[in-house]
Nanobody, 124 residues
């Protein structure tokens, strides 16, 4: 299993950024996928998740209305479009595969494979 994130960058508050995750080594359409971010000194924070078909998407309250998750099952890629970025969106953004359980898509413990992350920095 490989998950490779890309697209992280430094942007100003109010700006936009899109990050991507290329998946390989497993049947992509069998798994929900999510973006989870981490800030030094804090635990992982689930940001957004998407169902296997892409028809259902879910968001943390902190990003609802600003972020959009999508997936292209023909290319095995998950995207996260981030608009109106805020300082508190700064972090290392991981793409993760939901391999365990089905109770709570927002629980980081339900994810069995994570990428190495891509850094998003929001600063003026």
């Amino acid at each position: 299993v490989q998950l490779v994130e890309s697209g992280g960058d430094a942007v100003q508050p109010g700006g936009s950024l899109s990050v991507s995750c290329a998946a390989s080594g497993f049947t992509f359409t069998d798994f929900d996928m999510s973006w989870i971010r981490e800030v030094p000194g804090k635990g992982p924070e689930w940001v957004s998740g998407i169902s296997t078909s892409g028809h259902s998407s879910f968001y943390a309250d902190s990003v609802k209305g600003r972020f959009t998750i999508s997936r292209d099952n023909s290319k095995n890629i998950v995207y996260l479009q981030m608009n109106n970025l805020k300082h508190e969106d700064t972090g290392l953004y991981y793409c993760a595969r939901r391999g365990y359980g089905n109770d709570d898509i927002g629980d980081p413990d339900e994810y069995d494979y994570w990428g190495r992350g891509t850094q998003v920095t929001v600063s003026s």
